[in-house]
């Protein structure tokens, strides 16, 4: 028997803070997650309401094409005059010239096109009318794009008003590429409007519902709640809600979804809001998540669009009648609305977010006012403040002072980092402290989709269970990703028209959610050696550059200081004028950096002066380079020439280790002085301080581990994680078990090369393996595999 290398000591009489809805999910609407993806409609642009404004390519007719068949001709058109409703004006009409086979329109749906799928049915609908030939049918077809009918029906357009008609079809072949097909046979004008084809096997068959196969994967993680609809998505936008690119309004995405307005995604895309409020609310209460809408809050960080004080009013009664359509009964004006719209129970809301990774004093000025509405009207309600998209510095301080001081709830935090970063920071909640608000990490990931990325985040994930106390809700960003239109990689769940598969990111978050369990349980690390893998605590060391970040810039007076020995490197004569790479007025090669060369010591300050010339943003100061993936940098005037970071890049990954507001003037010149001292950096600008962080190397803990107990059955569940390159051998220790034998269940994923990806060719490779598991007491020798995810979850 292999000789463990230490215990993990499990009290399971000494319960602490209960998880509560610790692990969850987070909706948004980018990669096309909803339109294309979560919603069910195959039909793309079924309301000819696509529009430059939502992309410079999109028209009314984008994804529509004119079909003429066996001699037949005519004419298609968009038409806003007789519109079928003001919030959808733009509909298609075919002038039909001479019939012969028919003549018409396709779609051609998302992706390769609509999917079909022999023996499934389909939902056909759409708004028509016509000036002539009431009698005469109208084909719907579904097609193969050679012209192959796998479904086919007919139905009479017998009105020269706007009139709803539906039909079913079965397809009779399976068909990823189909196209949706409307012929008229007779002459005269067809006007069409909001056609849509859903299959009928939505997800648990609900009507304007959701792609089953991508639904179900959801489900099955058994999340405690869903935040929604974003992100980004949330705050971008314009502050007229009648504007197509309105800020998110929950109140747009109600009712009948022919008169829901067309939306610009800010991710650059066309969105229907066919997947509104009352779907997120309906989906989150069918698959047992407690549902977390996220408002804006009067204030746009991208664009600096702020709502005045005094016209606060109507986006803070946003947020009380959002609960009160969530919660009020349906005497209450908006619970009624609910009620209309086939729920009279409540939903029963227990979180709202206001923000979302909001920069700037604009947005919590105005968080307040919505915090005292919201609480003075709904004391139990949970409110979510914001602390920008960045794990520190003085925004990320701001955020979490204004949440002190209101009495939030939840700080909403967010960071995406490389996987080094994840390690580095498993003990970043250990010192949160219970009775302030509570965390709600509410976006993170780390760079990537491969099995190490999900070993990383397992590991980090058990330092987020074991600081339940402090940690109250915790969701992987983002979700979904169409494999056709990607904003932003990684992502939880990749899919197409027809085929969906989990990341190993997916199966880790899966298997935290399903294993959860209620209450924390003592758990402890004892015996171990130190780990030979534990990196040394290594000085920056490595090159020196200046750069600047789409702009020209002058530096000057560079110098670099041995802060220990007081020696002073001077760089006179080098070229110090930078610019983006490419030529001047001269047509002489500007360079993009200027190299100071590399430094051995290990505490040493750099000091120049700049000053933009030209361009927009600021500088860029490279140090501790290695090589093109490996280096730290300050980013002075990055992004929207808005921040101060500074970020090291590990991997080709970058992390932003803090960030303070900064914005570069131009014809200014600035001094900057960069202090580095072992892995301690510091950075001020004219003498005055901006930065002060650690950059942390991965100190790999033998295990990572965590514990808890699931009150309905009892159970222990005992999560363990071992990124190392070989096994850990432990003992596992269940004190307070009893004697007697124990028996359960162990999920495992191990076996796999860190690199490994799952793709729609080999969905599950990397995913979790089921087994049995006894044991002859409480007290067992378990070998934890090389780079393994194991849960346990027993019963005596
Ligand atoms: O998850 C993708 C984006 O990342 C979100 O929209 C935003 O909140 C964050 O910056």
Same mark, same amino acid.
């Given at each position: 028997?292999?000789?463990?290398?230490?215990?993990?000591?499990?009290?399971?009489?000494?319960?602490?803070?209960?998880?509560?809805? =610790?692990?969850?999910?987070?909706?948004?609407? =980018?990669?096309?997650? #909803?339109?294309?993806?979560?919603?069910?409609?195959?039909? $793309?642009?079924?309301?000819?309401?696509?529009?430059?404004?939502?992309?410079?390519?999109?028209?009314?007719?984008?994804?529509?094409?004119? @079909?003429?068949?066996?001699?037949?001709?005519? @004419?298609? #058109?968009?038409?806003?005059?007789?519109?079928?409703?003001?919030?959808?004006?733009?509909?298609?009409?075919?002038?039909?010239?001479?019939?012969?086979?028919?003549?018409?329109?396709?779609?051609?749906?998302?992706?390769?096109?609509?999917?079909?799928?022999?023996? /499934?049915?389909?939902?056909?609908?759409?708004?028509?009318?016509?000036?002539?030939?009431?009698?005469?049918?109208?084909?719907?077809?579904?097609?193969?794009?050679?012209?192959? *009918?796998?479904?086919?029906?007919?139905?009479?357009?017998?009105?020269?008003?706007?009139?709803?008609?539906?039909?079913?079809?079965?397809?009779?072949?399976?068909?990823?590429?189909?196209?949706? +097909?409307?012929?008229?046979?007779?002459?005269?004008?067809?006007?069409?409007?909001?056609?849509?084809?859903?299959?009928?096997?939505?997800?648990?068959?609900?009507?304007?519902? =959701?792609?089953?196969?991508?639904?179900?994967?959801?489900?099955?993680?058994?999340? !405690?709640?869903?935040?929604?609809?974003?992100?980004?998505?949330?705050?971008?936008?314009?502050?007229?809600?009648?504007?197509?690119? &309105?800020?998110? $309004?929950?109140?747009?995405?109600?009712?009948?979804? &022919?008169?829901?307005?067309?939306?610009?995604?800010?991710?650059?895309?066309?969105?229907?809001?066919?997947?509104?409020?009352?779907?997120?609310?309906?989906?989150?209460? %069918?698959?047992?998540?407690?549902?977390?809408?996220?408002?804006?809050?009067?204030?746009?960080?991208?664009?600096?669009?702020?709502?005045?004080? /005094?016209?606060?009013?109507?986006?803070?009664?946003?947020?009380?009648?959002?609960? /009160?359509?969530?919660?009020?009964?349906?005497?209450?004006?908006?619970?009624?609305?609910?009620?209309?719209?086939?729920?009279?129970?409540?939903?029963?809301?227990?979180?709202?977010?206001?923000?979302?990774?909001?920069?700037?004093?604009?947005?919590?000025?105005?968080?307040?006012?919505?915090?005292?509405?919201?609480?003075?009207?709904?004391?139990?309600?949970?409110?979510?403040?914001?602390?920008?998209?960045? #794990?520190?510095?003085?925004?990320?301080?701001?955020?979490?002072?204004?949440?002190?001081?209101?009495?939030?709830?939840?700080?909403?935090?967010?960071?995406?980092?490389?996987?080094?970063?994840?390690?580095?920071?498993?003990?970043?909640?250990?010192?949160?402290?219970?009775?302030?608000? !509570?965390?709600?990490?509410?976006?993170?990931? &780390?760079?990537?989709?491969?099995?190490?990325?999900?070993?990383?985040?397992?590991?980090?994930?058990?330092?987020?269970?074991?600081?339940?106390?402090? @940690?109250?809700?915790?969701?992987?960003?983002?979700?979904?990703?169409?494999?056709?239109?990607?904003?932003?990689?990684?992502?939880?769940?990749?899919?197409?028209?027809?085929? +969906?598969?989990?990341?190993?990111?997916?199966?880790?978050?899966?298997?935290?959610?399903?294993?959860?369990?209620?209450?924390?349980?003592?758990?402890?690390?004892?015996?171990?050696? %130190?780990?030979?893998?534990?990196? /040394?605590?290594?000085?920056?060391?490595?090159?020196?550059?200046?750069?600047?970040?789409?702009?020209?810039?002058?530096?000057?007076?560079?110098?670099?200081?041995?802060?220990?020995?007081?020696?002073?490197?001077?760089?006179?004569?080098?070229?110090?004028? +930078?610019?983006?790479?490419?030529?001047?007025?001269?047509?002489?090669?500007?360079?993009?950096?200027?190299?100071?060369?590399?430094?051995?010591?290990?505490?040493?300050?750099?000091?120049?002066?700049?000053?933009?010339?030209?361009?927009?943003?600021?500088?860029?100061?490279?140090?501790?380079? !290695?090589?093109?993936?490996?280096?730290?940098?300050?980013?002075?005037?990055?992004?929207?020439?808005?921040?101060?970071?500074?970020?090291? $890049? *590990?991997?080709?990954?970058?992390?932003?280790?803090?960030?303070?507001?900064?914005?570069?003037?131009?014809?200014?010149?600035?001094?900057?002085?960069?202090?580095? &001292?072992?892995?301690?950096?510091?950075?001020?600008?004219?003498?005055?301080?901006?930065?002060?962080?650690?950059?942390?190397?991965?100190?790999?803990?033998?295990?990572?581990?965590?514990?808890?107990?699931?009150?309905?059955?009892?159970?222990?569940?005992?999560? *363990?994680?071992?990124?190392?390159?070989?096994?850990?051998?432990?003992?596992?220790?269940?004190?307070?078990?009893?004697?007697?034998?124990?028996?359960?269940?162990?999920?495992?994923?191990?076996?796999?090369?860190?690199?490994?990806?799952?793709?729609?060719?080999?969905?599950?490779?990397?995913?979790?393996?089921?087994?049995?598991?006894?044991?002859?007491?409480?007290?067992?020798?378990?070998?934890?595999?090389?780079?393994?995810?194991? @849960?346990?979850? =027993?019963?005596?």
């Amino acid at each position: 028997m292999i000789e463990a290398q230490g215990k993990l000591l499990v009290h399971t009489k000494r319960r602490g803070a209960l998880t509560g809805d =610790l692990f969850g999910l987070f909706f948004e609407d =980018l990669n096309h997650a #909803a339109d294309g993806g979560l919603y069910a409609e195959l039909v $793309r642009n079924r309301s000819f309401e696509f529009d430059p404004i939502d992309r410079h390519d999109y028209h009314a007719l984008t994804s529509w094409e004119k @079909v003429e068949r066996g001699g037949g001709s005519g @004419v298609l #058109a968009v038409e806003d005059s007789h519109p079928l409703h003001s919030r959808n004006t733009h509909y298609a009409v075919i002038q039909v010239l001479e019939e012969g086979g028919g003549v018409g329109l396709l779609n051609l749906g998302f992706n390769t096109g609509i999917s079909v799928r022999q023996g /499934e049915s389909y939902r056909f609908s759409m708004y028509a009318k016509r000036d002539a030939a009431w009698d005469s049918q109208v084909d719907i077809r579904l097609e193969g794009a050679d012209g192959t *009918v796998h479904a086919r029906t007919a139905l009479c357009v017998h009105s020269a008003e706007w009139s709803r008609y539906e039909a079913e079809l079965t397809a009779e072949a399976t068909d990823h590429s189909s196209r949706l +097909v409307i012929l008229s046979h007779a002459k005269g004008k067809l006007c069409l409007d909001m056609v849509s084809l859903f299959p009928k096997n939505t997800f648990l068959g609900r009507p304007n519902g =959701l792609r089953a196969d991508i639904a179900a994967l959801l489900a099955e993680m058994k999340p !405690k709640f869903m935040r929604f609809p974003g992100g980004c998505l949330v705050h971008d936008g314009s502050l007229n809600s009648e504007d197509r690119n &309105s800020m998110y $309004r929950w109140k747009n995405t109600l009712g009948d979804v &022919s008169q829901r307005p067309p939306r610009r995604n800010n991710w650059g895309y066309h969105q229907t809001l066919g997947l509104g409020y009352y779907e997120y609310f309906q989906f989150c209460e %069918d698959i047992g998540a407690k549902a977390i809408p996220v408002l804006p809050g009067g204030y746009d960080p991208h664009h600096k669009r702020i709502v005045p004080l /005094e016209e606060l009013g109507p986006w803070i009664d946003d947020a009380l009648d959002l609960i /009160e359509f969530a919660n009020g009964d349906a005497t209450t004006e908006w619970g009624a609305v609910r009620a209309e719209l086939g729920h009279p129970e409540p939903f029963g809301l227990e979180y709202i977010g206001i923000g979302n990774e909001e920069v700037g004093e604009p947005f919590f000025e105005r968080y307040a006012y919505f915090h005292r509405a919201i609480r003075e009207k709904y004391p139990d309600m949970k409110i979510i403040n914001s602390s920008g998209p960045f #794990a520190a510095g003085t925004e990320y301080d701001r955020g979490w002072k204004s949440a002190r001081e209101m009495g939030s709830d939840l700080v909403d935090e967010h960071y995406y980092m490389s996987p080094e970063w994840f390690l580095a920071n498993y003990h970043r909640y250990d010192h949160f402290k219970a009775d302030e608000p !509570k965390v709600f990490l509410g976006e993170y990931a &780390s760079w990537g989709n491969t099995y190490y990325n999900a070993l990383a985040e397992a590991a980090f994930m058990t330092g987020l269970e074991k600081n339940a106390h402090a @940690v109250g809700l915790v969701c992987y960003a983002p979700m979904l990703c169409n494999a056709d239109y990607v904003n932003w990689k990684p992502d939880m769940i990749w899919f197409n028209n027809h085929q +969906v598969f989990g990341t190993p990111n997916y199966y880790v978050q899966k298997l935290f959610m399903n294993h959860q369990g209620d209450q924390l349980l003592h758990i402890e690390a004892q015996g171990f050696a %130190d780990s030979p893998h534990q990196v /040394e605590d290594v000085p920056i060391t490595g090159g020196i550059t200046l750069a600047t970040d789409r702009c020209s810039a002058r530096f000057s007076d560079i110098q670099l200081i041995n802060n220990v020995t007081g020696e002073v490197k001077s760089y006179e004569g080098l070229a110090d004028e +930078v610019a983006p790479a490419g030529y001047d007025a001269g047509q002489r090669l500007l360079p993009s950096t200027i190299d100071l060369g590399g430094t051995g010591w290990d505490r040493y300050t750099l000091r120049c002066k700049a000053i933009r010339t030209g361009g927009k943003n600021g500088f860029v100061i490279r140090f501790g380079v !290695k090589d093109e993936d490996h280096h730290l940098y300050w980013e002075i005037g990055g992004w929207q020439n808005q921040d101060s970071t500074l970020c090291s $890049r *590990v991997g080709g990954r970058s992390s932003c280790l803090t960030q303070s507001l900064f914005t570069v003037e131009p014809d200014t010149e600035y001094l900057l002085e960069l202090e580095v &001292s072992g892995r301690s950096i510091r950075a001020s600008i004219d003498g005055m301080p901006i930065h002060e962080t650690v950059d942390q190397l991965p100190m790999i803990e033998p295990l990572y581990y965590s514990s808890t107990v699931e009150h309905a059955t009892g159970d222990i569940i005992v999560k *363990v994680v071992n990124v190392r390159e070989e096994s850990v051998t432990a003992e596992v220790e269940l004190e307070g078990m009893g004697p007697g034998p124990v028996a359960g269940e162990v999920f495992e994923m191990s076996g796999c090369l860190p690199t490994d990806e799952n793709s729609f060719d080999a969905p599950t490779r990397v995913s979790p393996k089921e087994r049995a598991f006894q044991a002859g007491s409480g007290c067992f020798t378990y070998s934890f595999p090389r780079q393994s995810i194991t @849960v346990m979850r =027993l019963r005596a």
